[in-house]
T-cell receptor, first 109, second 116 residues
């Protein structure tokens, strides 16, 4: 599975959009980009995933660059409850997801 | 979304005892379940892949005799930490993959083990 690189931490004001970047320059053509988040002392929560096209659901949007070497998770209107560690994972499927260190997003009032 | 439940959510035990953690998929069948371990301020580390009706596949460095995994039905996998020691204290998380096409993955709430 391709390795991903994320900034260790980010801050975002409540109500503003949170844009979380992820680099996956060695991703292969058939590997998806998955995003999960983990709120303190809970299990990870699925957010969104994509292959080539941009994706949107009720939680977030995923923007994947044309060369697929990087992506951005967008939380359009961050709330305090979005404070969590966000993991970007590249993989063929959800088998054996390998979690990196993620980005710790702090949403402040 | 689908629900994966772990029990107990937290447990404290004495050194040398064994502890069993259950992982249940409440509203779907899961041919495959995964067990992770997470130490404080660290990321999740995959321990093993559990397939219903067969032996679990352990990741490198994980002792299979120490961490016994049983996946006896399509909705239940158990992790038993045998002869627990303080260094086994950790947050144990399971995930379950929906059987069939698509194969969405859902995580349990985690079980915090403290070994005294």
């Amino acid at each position: 599975d391709a390795k991903t690189t994320q900034p260790p931490s980010m801050d975002c004001a409540e109500g503003r959009a949170a844009n979380l970047p992820c680099n996956h320059s060695t991703i292969s053509g058939n590997e998806y980009v998955y995003w999960y988040r983990q709120i303190h002392s809970q299990g990870p929560q699925y957010i969104i995933h994509g292959l080539k096209n941009n994706e949107t659901n009720e939680m977030a949007s995923l923007i994947i660059t044309e060369d697929r070497k990087s992506s951005t998770l967008i939380l359009p209107h961050a709330t305090l409850r979005d404070t969590a560690v966000y993991y970007c994972i590249a993989g063929l499927n959800t088998d054996k997801l390998i979690f990196g260190t993620g980005t710790r997003l702090q949403v402040f009032p | 979304g689908a629900v994966v439940s772990q029990h107990p959510s937290w447990v404290i035990c004495k050194s040398g005892t064994s502890v069993k953690i259950e992982c249940r998929s409440l509203d779907f069948q899961a041919t495959t379940m995964f067990w992770y371990r997470q130490f404080p301020k660290q990321s999740l580390m995959l321990m093993a892949t559990s397939n219903e009706g067969s032996k679990a596949t352990y990741e490198q460095g994980v002792e299979k005799d120490k961490f016994l995994i049983n996946h006896a039905s399509l909705t239940l996998s158990t992790l038993t930490v045998t002869s627990a020691h303080p260094e086994d204290s950790s947050f144990y998380i399971c995930s379950a993959k929906i059987s069939g096409a698509g194969g969405e993955l859902f995580f349990g709430e985690g079980s915090r083990l403290t070994v005294l």
